[in-house]
C-alpha cells in the first residue's frame, strides 16, 4: 500500500527541521542532523564554523564533476506567537499544508534533497563524479560568514563546483514553474551632501543641503544605466531613504544624508555605476561623500547542461513546463558564482516566506524529492 505525503520521509525530515529554532545566526542542530544522514551515505562531512555562524561542506566520490546542493538552515525571526494560527517552530499540518517557520525558506529543500540523496546513492551506489553539500546558517543575515566564508576556503584549496542547485523557494504558482538561472546585482550607497548649518532667518549665513539635494537627487532617479537583455530587466536605482534636518523648524541643517540602492543586470559593472554616480554629482557641483557597498554581482546560467537536466526532471514529475527568471532579490548564489560554477535555484512556492503561517504544500515535498533524484540521475549515471 503506497504511503501518504505526510508519511513520506521527506516530509518528516521537514518536520525535524521546523522543529529546530533556527533563528539566523543559529542552527539549533539542523546541521549535525543533515551531517549525520549524509555521513551513512558516505559523504565526508566538514564543519566549517566561522565566528559564531555553523556551516557544512560534506561530499561524496573523488573525482569527476561536481554536483553541489546548497541551502541554509538558518530562519528569519517568526515574530509574536499570538500572530500565528500555530506554533511557528511546531510542525503543524492543516488543509494539505504543512506550516512552520522555514516550512518553504528553506527547510522543505533541504529535507527534500538529503532524502533524494539517499534515495540516488542507494540506486547508484557507484555513481559518476561528486555530490556535494553546502549548507549554512548565514543566508537570512549579514552573509559573511556563511557561504561566502565556505567559498573562500574552497577556492584557497583549490575545489571546484561544476553544478550548483541552491534550494531557495523559486516557484510561483505551482511546483517547479519558476527556476532562477541567475540574479540581478545589487550595490548600495550612502550619499551624503554636505553644507552648512544655521538660523533659518540668517540663510546667508548657511549653506542649505537641502536646496542644493534636489537637482543631484532628480539627476540620478532620471539617469539611463542600461537596456538589460534577454535575461535581465534595465537596471534601475531606488532611493530608500532621504533624511536632514536637527528635528527643529528654525535651523537650517548641516547635511543632508540619501540612501540608495540599485539591481543592476549583466550589462554593466559596479565600478561603472559608481563612476556614472560621480560624474553626475560632479556636474551640479555639490559638496558630497559616497559610501558604496557592493553586496553581489549579477550572475547567470545560460541554457545548457544543469538547465536541461532540471527542466526535464521538472516535466517528468510535475508535468510543468519551467520558465526561467533572473527576478527577486539576491541569494547565496552570488558567492558560489565566483568559482564558475553553472548555478539555478529550484525550492516550492514562494508565496509565504518571511510571513507568519509560512506554510508548503504537503504533497509538494515528495515531489521535489523526485525532482532532484532526477537531476542527480541525468547529470551522474
Known amino acids: 500500500m503506497p504511503i501518504t505525503d505526510s508519511e513520506h520521509p521527506s516530509v518528516a525530515l521537514t518536520k525535524e527541521l521546523i522543529s529546530k529554532q533556527s533563528v539566523t545566526p543559529a542552527d539549533d542542530g539542523c546541521q549535525p542532523l543533515l551531517a549525520e544522514r549524509l555521513s551513512k551515505l558516505g559523504f565526508d562531512c566538514e564543519s566549517l564554523p566561522r565566528e559564531e555562524v555553523l556551516n557544512l561542506w560534506a561530499t561524496r566520490g ?108 523559486s516557484s510561483t504558482s505551482t511546483l517547479g514553474d519558476i527556476i532562477k538561472n541567475g540574479r540581478r546585482g545589487s550595490i548600495n550607497a550612502t550619499l551624503t551632501i554636505k553644507g552648512k548649518q544655521g538660523h533659518v532667518a540668517y540663510p546667508h549665513l548657511a549653506d542649505n543641503p537641502m536646496h542644493k539635494a534636489f537637482a543631484a537627487l532628480t539627476a540620478l532617479s532620471e539617469l539611463s544605466w542600461d537596456s538589460g537583455n534577454d535575461y535581465f530587466d534595465p537596471t534601475q536605482l531606488q532611493f530608500s531613504n532621504i533624511h536632514s534636518g536637527t528635528g527643529a523648524t528654525n535651523v537650517i541643517p548641516g547635511e543632508l544624508v540619501a540612501v540608495f540602492n540599485l539591481r543592476f543586470s549583466t550589462e554593466i559593472t559596479a565600478d561603472e555605476i559608481q563612476s556614472k554616480c560621480e560624474t553626475v554629482l560632479d556636474a551640479t557641483g555639490i559638496d558630497y561623500s559616497l559610501d558604496w557597498q557592493l553586496s553581489g554581482n549579477p550572475f547567470l546560467t545560460e541554457p545548457g547542461d544543469l538547465v536541461d537536466a532540471v527542466r526535464e526532471s521538472i516535466m517528468t514529475v510535475t508535468g510543468v513546463s519551467t520558465q526561467l527568471s533572473t527576478g527577486g532579490g539576491t541569494s547565496d548564489g552570488r558567492f558560489i558564482a565566483s568559482m564558475g560554477s553553472q548555478i539555478i535555484e529550484l525550492g516550492p512556492i514562494n508565496a509565504s516566506i518571511h510571513q507568519r503561517n509560512e506554510h508548503v504544500l504537503l504533497s509538494d515535498i515528495p515531489k521535489l524529492a523526485r525532482i532532484y533524484e532526477g537531476i542527480m540521475e541525468r547529470l551522474l549515471t
Open 62 to 169: 573523488t573525482h569527476g564533476p561536481t554536483l553541489v546542493f546548497a541551502g541554509h538552515t538558518d530562519v528569519v525571526p517568526p515574530g509574536p506567537r499570538e500572530h500565528w494560527d500555530s506554533d511557528p517552530f511546531v510542525p503543524t499540518e492543516r488543509g494539505g499544508f504543512l506550516y512552520g517557520r522555514g516550512a518553504a525558506d528553506m527547510k522543505a529543500s533541504l529535507a527534500a534533497m538529503v532524502v533524494a540523496t539517499e534515495s540516488f546513492v542507494a540506486n547508484h551506489p557507484h555513481h559518476k563524479g561528486r555530490i556535494g553539500y553546502l549548507i549554512t546558517a548565514d543566508e537570512e543575515g549579514p552573509a559573511i560568514h556563511g557561504t561566502r566564508y565556505v567559498v573562500d576556503t574552497l577556492q584557497r584549496r583549490g575545489e571546484s563546483i561544476d553544478w550548483c542547485v541552491v534550494g531557495e523557494p
